[in-house]
């Protein structure tokens, strides 16, 4: 078992690897590093080698705190492997602490795309790895694209299926963008930030998403018509084994046509017509009561069917303790509103 840090030649073996695994997620993928390079990170991939076989890849992203305090590690929804192979899951955690001590990490924060329950969490416990503030949200909604279209349509909620078959009646059309089309679309999802009071990135953070990923198959930007008037519009992925649905915006007008059940439904037809299959909602609460702040949430997404999924959630690798207890009062709340953030900006009905 070789352990080494990979480079651009290395993109195609990387992706197929991270692609192929049951673990493997889009936020592996090598142009997901790419586009957080281009926004303050550093990408590192981390490897695992038989000869020329990968065994487990870590895409690793480093981030400088200010004023030389040191510097943060993330590894979303990662590393990628078999956890069931504890000797390469030992073999990983041995080279993130290495790379960690020689990068002047305070802490590196994993989160693996590992569903609970599962005994990977006391195996990382066991390890020394400890819990932590999670960045991305840990329970979502999949839906089940295996299936055909009309037994999907079936397994939505009867409101929800109204409202989708209500849109097409309606003569709502929905077709596929690119990042030149962009710039009506961030117009629209502006006003639904400040309609339902979440944060977004620049224009130009969403154009760079979709000029590195929508040539290589791996997104899309859905736009929902009506006599042409833009209506509602997302931001689909694909890579692997799933799609996931980030980024929702919709206008105010029209709203009693239902545009955005029809980019929806579109985006789980992209997401199988690229070979998903499951297509991911993108985050609900982790608790499912309706005094819970993110109630409306989960009961939008519910609609659509699936399954619930909850994962285990972020461990981190602490090297400072003291610095690192410091920085969690800090980051905590920070992680908080990230993954709240991240569940109301996909739920825009």
């Known amino acids: ?3 080494c840090i990979v480079f651009d030649e290395h993109r195609e073996g990387w992706n197929r690897f991270v692609a192929a695994s049951r673990y493997g997620h889009i936020l592996q993928s090598w142009e997901w590093g790419d586009i957080k390079a281009e926004n303050g990170w550093e990408a590192v991939r981390l490897a695992l080698l038989d000869g020329d076989s990968y065994l487990a890849a870590a895409q690793v992203l480093l981030r400088s705190l200010p004023y030389g305090l040191g510097r943060l590690a993330y590894v979303p929804k990662g590393p990628v492997l078999d956890y069931t192979d504890i000797r390469t899951v030992e073999a990983m955690l041995q080279a993130l602490q290495h790379l960690a001590s020689k990068r002047g990490v305070i802490s590196l924060k994993i989160e693996p795309d590992v569903q609970e329950p599962n005994p990977v969490s006391q195996l990382l416990r066991n390890l020394g790895l400890r819990a932590s503030a999670p960045v991305q949200m840990r329970s979502t909604i999949w839906v089940d694209l295996t299936a055909p279209e009309e ?3 079936a ?3 009867q409101k929800t299926r109204y409202n989708t078959r209500l849109a097409l009646r309606k003569g709502v059309t929905v077709s596929s963008a690119t990042a030149r089309d962009l710039a009506p679309w961030y117009d629209m999802y502006s006003l639904t930030a400040q309609r339902d009071g979440f944060s977004i990135h620049s224009r130009d953070y969403y154009r760079l998403l979709l000029q ?3 040539p290589r198959g791996m997104a899309t930007l859905l736009l929902a018509h009506h006599e042409g008037d833009l209506l509602a519009g997302i931001i689909v992925f694909s890579f692997g084994r ?3 649905y980030m980024y929702g915006a919709s206008s105010n007008h029209k709203r009693n046509l239902m545009a955005p059940y029809a980019v929806q439904w579109e985006g789980m037809r992209w997401g199988k017509e690229h070979g998903a299959e499951v297509y991911d909602l993108w985050g609900i609460p982790d608790r499912l009561e309706e005094n819970e702040e993110l109630w409306g949430v989960y009961r939008h997404k519910r609609g659509y069917g699936g399954e619930v999924v909850r994962f285990i959630g972020a461990y981190d690798i602490v090297r400072s303790p003291v610095q690192h207890m410091a920085l969690e009062r800090v980051a905590r709340p920070l992680f908080k509103r990230v993954a ?9 009905p």
């Open 242 to 244: 799933e799609a996931q």
């Open 151 to 153: 037994e999907i349509l």
């Open 212 to 214: 590195t990923l929508q």
């Open 340 to 348: 709240r953030m991240s569940s109301i900006r996909a739920n825009d």
């Open 1 to 3: 078992m070789n352990t």
């Open 155 to 157: 397994g939505q909620k």
